[in-house]
């Protein structure tokens, strides 16, 4: 005889029981496919970027080697003195001198000189790229197609080497760089983290330890939810009214100095990084009242018990206790500025730009701008140096991400410690 209680007979609850368990099974399955399913196409991406950053590369160069050296098919052959010689008598004047004057050829090294010859005298052209996948299985048909093309040959490239890394842009691709980009992204997240940072934790301090429980409040907190899910493109269209047109002589640094470059007309690195300051501002500010929420109350009543003021308390207790959770929501904020395209694009950042940035008040451009730029292009060697970008773009975002994690650690075990 089963007995009866509250939750009914035992054969009901056992199975009550039993459905629990299939039904968390089958959501325990449901969300291992799911993470399953995001890992394989993350993977996929990845493996997309690595293929289009490696392969073989069919060129053809406009002068060869063999009619500066006599028996040798590459530059890179060259002795010292046969690379100094060709650069002497085969450099245009202009490029000579200009090439003297950053540094003479007899301080340069043998790769500085390579690289000369090739660019300016030998000045190899793409005729056709394939990625590392097809390259590895139709390896023939890609040597039948160099064969074809008189004049040309056929060599396996690295998109993403130090060159890459360290030229500034260029209209051929095989000399293309990314370090004015890579600069101009590190100017602007510097201004955005400046502008954001120190008005978002603000902010938050304001609201959550000191706003009243209102209309208002409730209002204004409303706001900062709904402005975190608003388009990017929107806060590029605020920055384009604001800062670039309104603001246009604090921005061109105009108001300040007549030395400025008068032709950027506002699109510089500070309007830039203001409008992703305000992109960015609402997380800051939820991730921050999130850390101080996350605060035990036990902490506050001790720091009150002592004699301590309400600010005494938050600077003291509150916000070392909660600085390690600030810390990591800003660099993840700034991590979605760095990749942001919309913004910048709308503000009139430079799609082509060969000079470095040297200050706020500078024309830019910004890596996933660079990015987007070669995607649209329609030659082959362009996507290819747009995969070559999108790893260095996620080496620094895996860089900044890794740096809030060890910061967080350290402040973590400084504050074990000094419990």
């Known amino acids: 005889?089963?007995?009866?209680?509250?939750?009914?007979?035992?054969?009901?609850?056992?199975?009550?029981?039993?459905?629990?368990?299939?039904?968390?099974?089958?959501?325990?399955?449901?969300?291992?496919?799911?993470?399953?399913?995001?890992?394989?196409?993350?993977?996929?991406?990845?493996?997309?970027?690595?293929?289009?950053?490696?392969?073989?590369?069919?060129?053809?160069?406009?002068?060869?080697?063999?009619?500066?050296?006599?028996?040798?098919?590459?530059v890179k052959e060259f002795s010292r003195t046969e690379l100094e010689k060709a650069a002497k008598s085969n450099l245009s004047s202009g490029i000579l001198r200009r090439v003297e004057y950053d540094k003479p050829l007899a301080q340069r090294s043998e790769r500085d000189l390579v690289a000369l010859l090739e660019q300016y005298v030998i000045k190899p052209k793409v005729l056709k790229t394939w990625g590392l996948w097809e390259g590895l299985t139709h390896t023939k048909a890609i040597e039948e197609y160099s064969k074809a093309e008189s004049g040309s040959y056929l060599t396996f490239k690295s998109w993403l080497n130090a060159e890459f890394l360290l030229a500034d842009q260029s209209a051929d691709p095989l000399h293309a760089g990314i370090r004015t980009a890579f600069l101009g992204s590190l100017w602007v997240i510097l201004i955005t983290f400046l502008f954001a940072f120190p008005i978002g934790v603000g902010a938050a301090i304001y609201l959550q330890e000191y706003a009243q429980d209102n209309r208002l409040n409730r209002i204004l907190q409303l706001n900062i939810f709904n402005l975190s899910a608003v388009p990017s493109i929107i806060y590029g269209l605020l920055g384009l009214a604001v800062f670039v047109r309104a603001m246009q002589s604090v921005t061109s640094g105009s108001m300040f100095s007549s030395l400025t470059d008068a032709t950027a007309n506002g699109r510089t690195i500070l309007s830039g990084g203001l409008t992703l300051g305000l992109l960015v501002l609402p997380i800051i500010i939820?991730?921050?009242?999130?850390?101080?929420?996350?605060?035990?109350?036990?902490?506050?009543?001790?720091?009150?018990?002592?004699?301590?003021?309400?600010?005494?308390?938050?600077?003291?207790?509150?916000?070392?206790?909660?600085?390690?959770?600030?810390?990591?929501?800003?660099?993840?904020?700034?991590?979605?500025a760095l990749g942001e395209t919309a913004p910048l694009v709308v503000i009139g950042a430079s799609t082509f730009i060969s000079v470095d940035p040297t200050g706020i008040f500078s024309k830019f451009t910004t890596l996933p701008i660079q990015i987007y730029q070669w995607s649209a292009r329609p030659q082959g060697a362009y996507r290819n140096l747009a995969g070559a970008a999108i790893i260095a773009l996620l080496i620094l975002l895996m860089v900044m991400n890794s740096a809030a994690i060890y910061t967080r650690d350290k402040l973590s075990k400084k504050k074990r410690l000094e419990s």
């Open 1 to 74: 005889m089963q007995t009866q209680n509250l939750f009914g007979t035992e054969a009901d609850i056992n199975d009550l029981m039993n459905k629990r368990k299939r039904t968390g099974l089958i959501w325990q399955v449901v969300f291992l496919f799911s993470i399953t399913l995001a890992i394989l196409f993350l993977l996929l991406l990845l493996l997309s970027i690595i293929d289009s950053t490696f392969g073989y590369v069919v060129l053809r160069n406009d002068v060869e080697p063999s009619s500066l050296v006599a028996g040798k098919d590459s």
């Open 286 to 336: 939820i991730n921050t009242q999130e850390a101080l929420k996350a605060v035990p109350a036990s902490l506050r009543m001790s720091s009150y018990g002592i004699g301590a003021t309400k600010w005494q308390t938050i600077w003291y207790q509150v916000l070392p206790a909660s600085g390690e959770r600030i810390l990591t929501g800003t660099i993840l904020a700034l991590s979605r």
